[in-house]
């Protein structure tokens, strides 16, 4: 099956939530390219950005997975090549 690169932007807002996110992107740590999270200390938020290089299907349950976290929210940015 043909793999895609995306961006996928995601806001941590409740920190508890942090081990599971972890979790769920070392399940998925093959198709990961990059990985860059910012603190944001003054809003009280998390800020990541994931790089990965997949098949649609698998990038678009990976967003599940993370969307469905408490106080986590995601979007996924797809390449056209």
Do not use: H, Q, W
């Not at 990976?62 to 986590?72: A, F, H, N, P, T």
């Amino acid at each position: 099956m043909e793999t895609r690169v995306a961006v996928i932007g995601i806001i941590v807002e409740e920190m508890e939530s942090v081990g599971e996110l972890n979790n769920i992107l070392s399940e998925y740590g093959d198709y990961i390219i990059g990985r860059m999270g910012i603190p944001y200390a003054k809003k009280g938020i998390n800020c990541i950005t994931v790089v990965v290089d997949a098949e649609s299907d698998r990038i678009n349950t990976l967003c599940g997975k993370i969307g469905k976290l408490d106080g986590v929210s995601t979007k996924a940015a797809f390449s056209n090549v």
